[in-house]
């Protein structure tokens, strides 16, 4: 029965924990997505978004005892710091044309 309860957790903590907080993580970000009108505020959202998908494939990694979750968190992580990169020159070149980071003020940009 021990062995069972330690073969279910990762150094105490069960593999439950990790499941919820990452849901609630992610659930969060896309509410902000949906939700806010700030493009900096749905940019950090978004990076929620993979850092709770990063926290999962790190704790199921290391619950099944192969390397392969931390190879694709490796992987998520580039994307999201091209990501970041891309989306600040955008933000920058928005900015600079409408004088807000608005999403709203986006319609200014039409022909």
Same mark, same amino acid.
């Given at each position: ?29 896309? !509410? ?55 989306? !600040? ?23």
């Amino acid at each position: 029965m021990v062995q069972e309860t330690m073969a279910n957790s990762l150094h105490g903590v069960p593999i439950n924990a990790y499941l919820t907080l990452s849901a609630v993580l992610f659930s969060i970000g896309v !509410l902000g997505v949906l939700y806010r009108r700030n493009i900096i505020v749905i940019f950090m959202c978004i990076e929620l978004m993979l850092n709770a998908v990063n926290l999962l494939l790190a704790a199921f990694g290391a619950f099944r005892g192969d390397s392969n979750g931390q190879v694709f968190v490796f992987f998520i992580m580039a994307v999201a710091a091209a990501e970041v990169a891309v989306g !600040l020159a955008i933000l920058v070149m928005i900015y600079r044309n409408t004088r807000s980071t608005d999403i709203d003020s986006l319609g200014k940009l039409k022909w």
